[in-house]
């Protein structure tokens, strides 16, 4: 019998045509677009004399240049202004639907997706944003892409690519108190590396990814791009369905049971084969934080840094080198003795409702390190801080002594005022601790919500499955 | 898109693992509605001492002396030899961008980020894995011989040392065929309109709520 991975399905059900030597043209269905990677895409469609093939299918958000105080006085740096000015511009000009600055329904677009059920399973979804790979957690196929690309998807709504290798990372078992699937994601890449699912799809699966929460699956399938590859993915199921139903853009009543009828298909068929498997047993996972300036260089919170001197390979000893210098750590030091500046709990890897209760459950009744300059709370979109607030949440991080912001991609990227400065060390529940990432010279320790929140109040990491 | 032709030029030796494009173009220059211009900002936190903005003036900023590209052996060139997983993290094409503003017209690696090394196609830029030991061998010969350059041919698929060693490449045929005719993909993909249209109405029978 003729077997097929979820990817396989995926791939097949978009097939447009295929040349000889594998070159594809694959259709999009959703195309999210934000105000940094579209511009000159919007600008080369227009020097083309083209139009978008299919404006339905795009919608749009600023995020990365949002301001998170201060909403009211607007963008203050010109340059960032224009940017989203120009954003708006280009969807008003061309019927696209864009949930502008202000709107409730703004926020990361990778948040802002799935909330609105404008991803769905069996879709494949780009957008100029290489954490696209989150929309996956719907049993879609998503992956982030350039700029030329986003042009070509509008203009054409077709990706030119070639199949991938398949990878499927099999987690079993329960995950300990305080563990989450930002634990998942970071053991992971520490295992296969930054480079280790280059050229693959990873589908996550085993009864421990079935156990997780869509917010939980998105952030897993967020990560698997800081693991190299362009999708990751989980197969729809129940939880999936229940996630969608009622969602504005989510398939209507009339439809719905079609619809749920076809996304029960939409799973590895038993026996499918992989080109790569990896399993991970959940009882093992650790509380993780990351100590140096890949997200491969991470340990469980109860680990030490990492001594060069006892590397042998001489590549691998000189990066652990320059990473410590960059970081400003001393190999040899157990995890839970770093101190922290700053605080950032937010971006489309854990600015969900879910992440923000996480955080809110530890910071509850506590305050955070008078050692701690900033510790700051960014909800993922508006409609997360109104839920938020609905549920008291933003009062409880308040009264702890955190801030409590407006939605937008903050300081995981520092595009906005919200940034590092040089020297400061960041506990942060985002993806990325590449120098600089957070602000030239700031240096970040990636770690779930939970373990953040908990850092604010020690002022230093702490191991959450101990409390 | 210009087309890629047979040239030979001066290799740049970037000795990093896992660069990734936040390094290459930090974010701060992201923040430009235009494809050009970027060349000056490349690298921007290892090659100058200040903080860079966008529309400063380059010229007179403090140099990083350490950094390799900023050694007076290595201006001008148009080839950058670096190590594993390059181009990793974000999807920004601004990474190219940068590159080719800068001058490099192929990058050399063991192993690329995929999306970046598809981002490079797309400007007329030539990312070449070559195995890890054929790179450490080039990292030598850089290091030994000033002004070091590579001969690139792309219809042969090969690198030419200045002592007469070749290299061999491997290339999708279909981006070499872009690449060398200097091809708009999407021109190409527009020439199958109809079988993406045939393709849609089929898919919108399927799936009716994706059309919604």
């Known amino acids: 019998m003729n077997t097929q991975t979820l990817y396989d399905k995926l791939w097949n059900s978009h097939l447009v045509r295929t040349e000889a030597d594998g070159t594809s043209l694959i259709y999009i269905d959703r195309h999210l677009v934000h105000e940094v990677t579209s511009p000159q895409a919007f600008e080369g469609m227009r020097m083309a004399h083209r139009k978008p093939w299919r404006v339905g299918s795009i919608l749009a958000v600023p995020d990365h240049n949002v301001p998170t105080k201060n909403l009211a006085a607007g963008i203050t740096d010109p340059i960032s202004r224009l940017q989203v000015e120009t954003l708006d511009a280009n969807c008003a000009e061309l019927g696209i639907t864009e949930f502008k600055m202000g709107d409730i329904r703004q926020g990361v677009v990778h948040v802002m997706g799935p909330e609105q059920g404008a991803t769905l399973p069996g879709m494949t979804v780009v957008c100029g944003d290489s954490h696209t790979s989150t929309h996956g957690a719907f049993g879609a196929l998503a992956h982030g892409i350039g700029t030329s690309e986003v042009e070509h998807v509008m203009a054409t709504q077709c990706l030119v690519a070639k199949k991938s290798k398949t990878m499927l990372v099999k987690v079993d078992g329960k995950l300990g108190h305080g563990v989450t699937s930002k634990d998942i994601a970071l053991e992971v890449i520490g295992m296969i590396g930054t480079a280790g699912g280059t050229g693959y799809a990873i589908e996550f699966g085993g009864d421990t990814i079935r156990g997780l929460s869509m917010e939980g699956r998105m952030t897993l399938c967020n990560m698997a791009i800081e693991a190299g590859a362009r999708a990751g993915m989980v197969a729809a199921d129940e939880v999936t369905f229940e996630y969608i139903k009622g969602r504005p853009f989510a398939p209507q009543a009339s439809q719905w049971d079609a619809a749920v009828t076809y996304w029960r298909t939409l799973h590895s068929d038993a026996g499918a084969k992989f080109d790569t498997t990896i399993t991970l047993d959940a009882a093992k996972i650790k509380p993780q934080v990351t100590w140096g300036t890949s997200p491969e260089m991470v340990l469980p919170v109860d680990g030490i840094v990492p001594d060069p001197a006892k590397m042998a390979d001489p590549v691998k000893r000189s990066d652990t080198e320059r990473a410590l210098q960059y970081m400003g750590l001393k190999a040899n030091t157990p995890i839970t003795e770093i101190k922290i500046d700053k605080v950032f709990i937010g971006s489309c890897t854990n600015g969900r409702i879910e992440d923000m209760r996480a955080a809110a459950a530890v910071a509850k009744g506590g305050k955070v390190a008078a050692s701690v300059m900033l510790a700051m709370v960014v909800p993922g979109s508006g409609l997360v801080k109104a839920q938020a607030e609905k549920e008291g949440l933003d009062k409880i991080f308040i009264a702890a002594g955190f801030e409590w912001r407006d939605p937008g991609c903050s300081m995981c990227l520092a595009m906005n005022d919200d940034r590092l400065s040089s020297g400061e060390r960041c506990a942060s529940t985002s993806n990325r601790n590449f120098e600089g990432r957070q602000g030239q010279g700031g240096r970040t320790h990636l770690v779930s919500p939970a373990m953040a929140a908990a850092a604010a109040l020690a002022g230093h990491f702490v191991d959450v499955s101990k409390q | ?212």
């Not at chain 2, 740049?12 to 290459?24: E, Q, Y």
């Not at chain 2, 063991?110 to 007329?124: E, L, M, R």
Request: aromatic share 12%.
């Open chain 2, 1 to 212: 898109m210009q087309k890629f032709e047979k040239f030979s030029g001066l290799v740049a030796p970037l000795d990093r693992a896992n660069v990734d494009t936040d390094a290459i173009i930090p974010k701060q220059f992201l923040k430009s509605i235009k494809r050009s211009g970027f060349g000056p900002y490349a690298f921007d936190e290892w090659r100058y001492l200040d903080h860079g903005e966008p529309g400063m003036d380059c010229s007179t900023r403090p140099l990083n002396k350490d950094f390799v590209l900023n050694q007076a052996r290595y201006q001008g060139a148009q080839v950058l030899l670096a190590r594993e997983n390059f181009g990793c993290g974000s999807s920004r094409e601004h990474a190219p961008w940068a590159l080719d503003d800068y001058g490099f017209r192929v990058v050399i690696a063991p192993s690329f980020a995929d999306i970046f090394f598809n981002n490079c196609f797309k400007n007329g830029m030539l990312p070449i894995k070559l195995a890890a030991d054929k790179v450490d061998e080039l990292f030598k010969a850089v290091e030994a011989k000033n002004g070091f350059a590579l001969a690139v041919d792309l219809v042969q698929q090969t690198l030419t040392t200045p002592d007469g060693v070749v290299y061999k490449f491997e290339v999708d045929e279909f981006r070499k065929h872009c690449l060398l005719n200097g091809l708009d993909d999407i021109g190409l993909t527009l020439q199958h309109k109809a079988d993406i249209s045939s393709f849609e109405t089929k898919h919108r029978a399927s799936q009716p709520w994706l059309f919604a």
